[in-house]
């Protein structure tokens, strides 16, 4: 059975326009900077982004240690959102590789203020050093339900963050998402932030690969780091070649899955048995809780799977649907049949 997968947008595969350009790819040692497609991929980011320097990194939690590990000394405080993914979904890298201290704050919908912030900067005892490494933010924030971060919140918090020469970088995983959603340059959202990273593996639909954005200084440290962490690749081109055909097709149609997942969220929300804060349903993510104690998790998980559709749940019964290329809104009409089926059922319970 071909399954429609819901689970994640890292589920997506390579467009046939991709596969070619791999095929095709022009390759060298990216050990010695000498890939010329990777070094096109890097440049044409950070003009992208409107940024110095850019740097291909096989993940997007490779991107976020390397970050951690740049800018912090060991011990050094990193604030950040407290269901963020650096801090839920990577294991602890934070403090078993990077050693860093997590103070996590809890935002609304992942959304954090610079006035939250300011309470939480570290000073030592005599207030001549600052404890406070660096502040991460999230956007779109994952676990809240792919919530953009406001362009005016990333800007009165680096304007803060700056004035203690604090750095701040946005784990932007799925910056595009936002850009797309709020229909503006991509630049616009990442100017205030002395660094990001972003994922070519989501919606983007690459194969595999991240970017880490910033200064020359930063990247030059990053490589460091890559290296470090296993992460320097060689005829990376292979990767770089998928990056460039999704930076030039793949960014506009990010909206189409941004209908599909409101078009999916409004009529989840509209069954007995679901809570849903459509709020939330901003970009490709929906999340929601099931009410109904006649129904548990793994029950409803099974009944999808039988019809072909794969979704996405934590211990905490929330469920995620990720919205992608590889979803069209036939498969989100079929999703929600059956999730009407499951209410007719659940009556006669
Ligand atoms: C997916 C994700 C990452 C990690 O990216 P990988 O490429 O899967 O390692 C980091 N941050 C956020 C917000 C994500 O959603």
Known sequence: MKYIDFRSDTSTTPTKEMRAA??????????????????????????LLGKESALLIPSGTMGNLITLMVYCKRGDEVILEASSHILV???????????????????????????????????????????????????????????IFPISNIKAICELAHSYKIPVYLDGARIFNAAVALNIDIKEIVKPV???????????????GSM?????????????????????????GIIAAAGIVALEHMIDRLQIDHENALKLGEELGKLSYIQIDLNTVQTNIVRFKVLNQKIGARELVRILENQGILIDYSIEENFRMVTHKDIESRDVMKVINCFKKIEKHLKHK
Do not use: W
């Not at 990577?90 to 959304?111: D, T």
């Open 89 to 147: 979904g990577e294991k602890g890298g934070i403090c078993s590789i990077a050693q860093a201290m997590p103070i996590p704050i809890e935002g609304i919908n992942g959304v954090l203020t610079a006035e939250q912030i300011k309470k939480k900067l570290h000073y030592n005892s005599n207030n001549e050093e600052i404890q406070t490494g660096l502040i991460c933010l999230e956007n779109t924030h994952n676990r809240a339900g792919g919530v």
């Open 22 to 47: 791999i095929f095709e790819a022009e390759l060298g040692n990216d050990g010695y900077h000498e890939d010329p497609t990777v070094n096109k991929l890097e440049e044409k980011v950070a003009l």
């Open 212 to 236: 880490l954005v910033g200064t020359h200084d930063f990247i030059k440290i990053a490589r460091q780091y890559r290296r470090i962490l296993g992460g320097r690749m060689r005829q990376a």
């Open 194 to 208: 002395d660094s990001i990273m972003f994922c070519l593996s989501k919606g983007l639909a690459c194969p595999v």
